[in-house]
């Protein structure tokens, strides 16, 4: 690493949290000694690229410093001698995100980003990239740390381990750090005065809390979680409360997502109402990401507008911006990240990745023990760790029989003939984007299997084959 001029690059650069990950950067400008700041994108998403670039430029020479910013859709170059890596990218960008969306709704299932069929197809559809990805870091770049916010975060990170076979990586997610922001105040405490310990998967994790004196404060928290205060949830997770008899068994705080395993019925139920207005939140952040993208263009805008905040990830791209002045400067900071387990929860494998509060230094994450969880916690764990390893298997190889597994095991997916009509529509659907199961594709395309929802079978039609 060199270590008094930083070459950053973020792959996804014309990302709407780019300005966020600039701000961080500046934010930090004592701590990390950048020189050179890389944005790199695909050919479609050059327009935005040159517009967040530009805004990018414009933020640096606000605050009055010499980094050098380059846009480019030439990966390899940007990747030439790089420090730190940050990956930011959508394969297929929100059309893709539409389709993960409306075809499972379309048969009554729920169609969400990174849960049920569209989280697994996301991970179909990103793993090849990502792998790609690694094998160019590791002859152009091969002491270089990636920092993975790439969604499914957790998968992605799996995938990069395993099958990438590259050790400096470290997954990121907002939500740990948007529950450590607002559940404090709930209690009248800072967040320096707690102690947090989270575990899990990524977007499927549970954490507890302790003051300063040693007490444990989580079902304290949990008390105001179902008061008037803000829950702190992530802007595109439905707010239906939990049971709260079912958080005093568990006497731990579960993440948001957990509403789409623990209240399915109501989840399901809300996402099919948005589906049938034709505002699925993938088509909301389509609206939200053109108007995010005309304040961008403002020459006079120089910082990171408030409206951002409504696009869902708030808070990662500062957290990504820590990890890497944690890493640089040795800071022993905690983060909740993505890594490989060794023995911090014993019910899951050692050598897998998953979702847990670490010390994050020069040496990487190294993770906090939590310890056993209860039947019924461990029993989700388990089925949702061994459905993820299926799915990487699968995104890494293209086995369609793999993929048939993973969706019989999702529990927001009903095993049957149905379950399996969406599969093969979704391969149809993104097909641009699954090289590994091109045979299979075509197989079904030669059967005649299209896609039946009129909205993703309009955005599928706009790309041809």
Avoid at 227 to 240: C, Q
Wanted: charged residues 25%.
């Amino acid at each position: 690493m060199s270590r008094n001029a930083l070459k950053l690059v973020t792959i996804g650069g014309g990302s709407s949290y780019t300005p966020e990950l600039i701000e961080g950067y500046i934010k930090r400008q004592a701590q990390l000694p950048i020189k050179e700041i890389w944005l790199v994108d695909v050919e479609a998403g050059l327009e935005k690229l040159n517009i967040v670039g530009a805004m990018a430029k414009r933020m640096v020479k606000t605050a009055g410093l010499d980094w050098e910013v380059h846009l480019t859709l030439d990966r390899r170059t940007a990747l030439k001698d790089a420090d730190f890596v940050s990956t930011q990218f959508r394969v297929g960008l929100l059309p893709a995100r539409i389709k993960d969306e409306r075809i499972p709704n379309y048969y009554g299932m729920i169609g969400q980003e990174t849960n049920g069929a569209g989280g697994i197809f996301k991970a179909f559809r990103t793993v090849p990239v990502i792998l790609d990805i690694v094998k160019d870091m590791q002859e152009l770049c091969p002491d270089a740390w990636l920092i993975n916010f790439t969604n499914p975060s957790g998968m992605i990170t799996e995938a990069i381990k395993t099958y990438g076979h590259w050790d400096k990586v470290i997954g990121l997610c907002n939500v740990p750090v948007m529950a450590m922001s607002s559940e404090p105040e709930l209690i009248h405490k800072t967040l320096d005065e707690l102690t947090y310990k989270f575990a899990g998967l990524d977007h499927f994790h549970w954490h507890r809390v302790w003051d300063n004196t040693g007490q444990e404060v989580t079902m304290q928290i949990v008390d105001k979680l179902f008061g008037d205060e803000d829950a702190g949830l992530p802007t595109n997770i439905f707010d239906v409360p939990f049971f709260k008899d079912q958080l005093e068994n568990m006497r731990m705080i579960p993440c948001g997502y957990h509403r789409y395993y623990y209240r399915q019925e109501e989840m399901l139920a809300h996402g099919l109402a948005e589906y049938r207005d034709n505002a699925t939140r993938a088509q909301q952040v389509t609206k939200i990401e053109t108007e995010l993208f005309e304040l961008y263009k403002d020459p006079n805008l120089d910082y990171k507008p408030k409206q951002l905040a409504e696009r869902g990830g708030a808070h990662y791209s500062d957290a990504a911006c820590e990890a890497m002045a944690s890493i640089y400067q040795d800071k022993k900071t905690h983060m909740v990240v993505s890594t490989l387990n060794q023995g911090a929860v014993p019910d899951l494998p050692s050598d897998h990745v998953f979702e847990v509060s670490a010390q994050i230094g020069a040496a990487g994450a190294v993770p906090m023990a939590f310890g056993h969880f209860q039947p019924a916690e461990r029993g989700w764990l388990q089925l949702m760790k061994n459905m993820e390893l299926v799915i990487v298997e699968a995104a890494a190889t293209g086995n369609y029989g793999l993929a048939l597994q993973a969706f019989t095991m999702n529990p927001l997916i009903p095993a049957g003939a149905t379950a399996k009509r969406v599969l093969d529509e979704m391969l149809v659907a993104h097909r641009n984007y699954l090289p590994q199961f091109t045979d299979k594709i075509t197989e079904l395309l030669a059967a005649g299997v299209t896609v039946q929802d009129k909205v993703a079978a309009e955005l599928t039609e706009l790309v041809p084959v």
